[in-house]
């Protein structure tokens, strides 16, 4: 599966945002998943979930701000970024792995180019 993230751009503290993630293939077996990396850090989830599942797993630091979505017709899945802080700068990617969900980033072997967020205060 191939991934194409975009969306990324330049904010105000308190600004949002909307990541769109555009896969190629089948993704029913798939996970899917939102994952971040700011300069010098190490890249982890945002959210992760299975593609057909229900269930959603959202990282605490962004609970109740960012809204993951997903349109099966167009294998596309979204980040929806409210309310977003100094804290959310990073380069945020998409990733896709079959089979069960995992949170940590090595789990998962296919990627996204990665889109810039940057909140400015």
């Known amino acids: 599966v191939q991934l194409q993230a975009s969306g990324g751009g330049l904010v105000q503290t308190g600004g949002s945002l909307r990541l769109s993630c555009q896969a190629s293939g089948t993704l029913n077996s798939y996970s899917m998943g939102w994952f971040r990396q700011a300069p010098g850090k190490e890249r982890t989830f945002v959210v992760v979930?299975?593609?057909?599942?229900?269930?959603?797993h959202y990282a605490d630091a962004v609970k109740g701000r960012f809204t993951v979505s997903r349109d099966h017709a167009k294998d596309t899945m979204y980040l929806q970024m409210n309310n977003l802080t100094s804290e959310d700068t990073a380069v945020y990617y998409c990733?896709?792995?079959?089979?069960?969900?995992?949170?940590?980033?090595?789990?998962?072997?296919?990627w996204g180019q990665g889109t810039q967020v940057t909140v400015s205060s």
């Open positions: 979930f299975a593609w057909r599942g229900q269930n959603k």
């Open positions: 990733a896709a792995r079959q089979g069960s969900t995992y949170t940590p980033a090595r789990h998962y072997p296919y």
